[in-house]
């Protein structure tokens, strides 16, 4: 006899991959209040210093600048240390990543990704050093850090310099270190969509306070004092209005992760029993900085696609992201470098069909996540149903 379950209902409302941290209104205003007294609303007034301070101890980090966006950040990192020639980079990565280098006169090399973590896999970076590269970019996709230890010995073999694109890593942490204690510089994006947000927002964290005052001269137009400009630099600078909206966020953070980690081990469990569907654990949730509920579908096992199951779930309300798809060494403005070949990239292109990012923030309710994964499996089970119909 044939299981006849019940398809679950659609969400009356949009659930999106995520929403923002929004602290009640009220508590923003005494903040504003200082503002509007002192009428600097932006040029590294008052809570611009303070957000600086916090999060350079949240994210226990040596030197720290805050940015308009993290692009900005990755941007100046890459000035900051005279960066030239090749980068090796990967190709699973948002636009941003390979666009800091070509917006800065650089060419990125992309190397192949490793198939658990998803980040650049050392092996590959190894065997394509060559005398124009000058960097290594790594990204700690979706927060799960990168193998920070091979990367460095090749970077300290070959003379580079190291950046990480920490844009999912906010409060992540590997080795028993702060995730942005590692290589010459950590960019952070504090966009709306990122755990902790200033909703624009990102910064640089660093070691060394000579490439911190290098960093904070770039990020305001290279003035280095009222009668120098030292260096080519851009508008980078956060605004008090967006540094007052971070303080807020930053002291409600604690009950958005503990939410986050419980969302992220109710759909842990559920996957961890439901064929074709493989939960990727960025990391233990005490480490991890809990940005993203990832998932990879096996089509032949799970009954559809990865774009399927995306196209199915939207029939439910619900919005997911197949972050990063297409690849970037897909683009147009890519897709010709040689190291762009897809041949150069079969584990990243292999990933990019069939990663899917599901909802995941702090308002969403635990039975939410329990109705999402209903939905999962129903799609899974009706696509297998039709499998089994097309064979009979
Ligand atoms: N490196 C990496 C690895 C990155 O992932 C990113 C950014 C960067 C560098 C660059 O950092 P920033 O320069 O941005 O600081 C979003 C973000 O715009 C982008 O910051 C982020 N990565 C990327 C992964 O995701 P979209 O195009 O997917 O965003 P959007 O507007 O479609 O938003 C997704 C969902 O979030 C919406 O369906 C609803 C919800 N949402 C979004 C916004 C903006 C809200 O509820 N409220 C909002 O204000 O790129």
């Given amino acids: ?20 941290l929004l602290p009640p209104l009220e508590s923003l205003t005494p903040r504003l209040a200082q503002v509007w ?3 600097q609303l932006t040029n590294i007034g008052a809570q611009h210093a303070q957000l600086e301070a916090a ?6 980090v040596r030197e720290l600048s805050l940015f308009t966006n993290g692009t900005a950040a990755l941007i100046t990192a890459i000035r900051a240390l005279d960066v030239t020639g090749d980068v090796l980079t990967t190709p699973f990565t948002f636009p941003a990543t390979p666009h800091a280098l070509s917006w800065s006169g650089l060419t990125p090399v992309f190397c192949d990704i490793d198939p658990s973590t998803l980040n650049l896999d050392p092996e590959a970076v190894a065997r394509a050093v060559t005398s124009r590269t000058s960097a290594i970019l790594a990204v700690h996709v979706y927060g799960t850090p990168c193998d920070v230890t091979a990367l460095q010995q090749i970077a300290d073999r070959h003379g580079l310099r190291v950046i990480y694109d920490a844009a999912h890593a906010f409060g992540a942490r590997v080795l028993d270190r702060p995730i942005g204690t590692f290589g010459d510089a950590s960019m952070f994006s504090f966009h709306a969509t990122k755990l902790f947000h200033t909703a624009e927002g990102g910064a640089l964290a660093c070691a060394d306070p000579s490439l911190k005052a290098k960093v904070d001269d770039l990020r305001n137009f290279g003035i280095h004092g009222p009668d120098a400009v ?13 540094a007052a909206l971070g303080l807020a966020v930053l002291e409600r953070l604690d009950a958005e992760l503990a939410q986050r980690r419980r969302l992220l081990s109710r759909y842990g469990d559920r996957f961890a029993a439901m064929d074709g569907i493989r939960w990727l654990q960025t990391a233990d949730t005490r480490d991890s900085s809990c940005q993203y509920a990832v998932i990879r579908v096996d089509a032949s096992a799970f009954g559809c696609s990865r774009d399927t199951l995306h196209d199915r779930l939207r029939e439910y309300n619900v ?12 683009y147009d403005c890519y897709r010709d470098h040689p190291s762009a070949s897809p041949a150069n990239l079969p584990v990243a292109a292999r990933a990019a069909k069939e990663v899917l990012c599901l909802p995941l923030y702090g308002g969403l309710a635990d039975t939410d996540v ?8 129903a ?8 499998l089994v119909a097309r064979v009979e």
């Avoid at 209902?9 to 991959?17: D, G, H, K, L, T």
């Avoid at 999060?55 to 226990?60: E, K, N």
């Fill in 379 to 386: 799609i899974g089970e009706a696509a297998h149903g039709r």
């Fill in 1 to 20: 006899m044939t299981d006849r379950r019940r398809s679950p209902a659609p969400f009356a409302e949009p659930i999106y991959v995520t929403r923002p």
């Fill in 370 to 377: 329990d109705r999402i994964c209903d939905m999962v499996a």
């Fill in 37 to 39: 007294a002192t009428q």
């Fill in 319 to 330: 919005y997911t992201r197949k972050y990063f798809h297409p690849l970037c060494s897909d």
């Fill in 55 to 60: 999060l350079r101890d949240y994210l226990g």
């Fill in 230 to 242: 030292d260096g080519v630099g851009l508008n980078g600078k956060m605004s008090e209005l967006h």
